[in-house]
């Protein structure tokens, strides 16, 4: 049985515990509210943006020409993981790398090539067979619009280049505060914008100047970026929504803990007490002879 000394110290080193998990559910919590007000504008201009294809499509005379839109044989494809830059936020980071590798395991076409969104993802492909041909890390978990503009135009590039054929994107979409999904959709190419060409609601009638086509060379940047943001801060809101709960749990089970060991430190206690006790009445009663 331990002694008291020993139950007393682990007591402490838990409540050092308690207090260090409750202010990280704290913190997350406040990172919670502003990554959730970012989703909110974000997803109006992300659905507005799909809109604005959709018309443009409808009120085209031809078919749309644009590099983001091309279709071509698979020979090479490129994988985005987008996962967080720190732990300790519960299934968060397991769920998404399970779903990515799970995807690759199947055997997809062409080769693999990945790019890493957060530390974690990167710490665990580049222990894996394909290639890594960036990571984009240290987003502080907040998000860093120069480094999605960079990524964005990594992508664009080498798809517009070449070098890749399909670009696909994994994320956590975020729900609810305790509700998540992961997300794989295909980033490049973009699916042609599908409209009813007997559907009133479609045909608009607008009069495009300049050409429908011009719009969407001037347009599709702007689409890929906001699509590249919106997987972006879906994540975080995530992350910190399972951080936030993964430490709320942490703190619960930590207050139990401390109620456990305070009722063995009495039991202890109490023990000791009875002990001594005892031995005092044995020294008594030896002295009475």
Known sequence: MPTLREVKKRIRTVISTKRITKAMEMVAAAKLRRAQQRVEQTRPYSKKMDDMLSNLAAGSTGEIVHPYFEERPIKRQTVVVVASDRGLCGSFNANIIRRANEWLNNDPEGEIEIVTVG???????????WPIIANVSDW???LDMNKARDLMRLL???????ETDRIQLFFTRFLSTVRYKIVGEVYLPIPRPEFDEDDSSTSTGYLFEPSPEEIYAALMPSYAMTKMVTAIVESLASEHGS???????ATTNAGEMIDSLTLDYNKARQAQITKELLEVVSGAEALRG
């Open 119 to 129: 530390k974690r993802a990167n710490d665990f492909f580049k222990r894996r067979d």
């Open 156 to 162: 664009t590039e080498r798809f517009v280049n070449g």
């Open 243 to 249: 951080r936030m709960m993964a430490m709320g749990n």
């Open 140 to 142: 502080g978990g907040m």
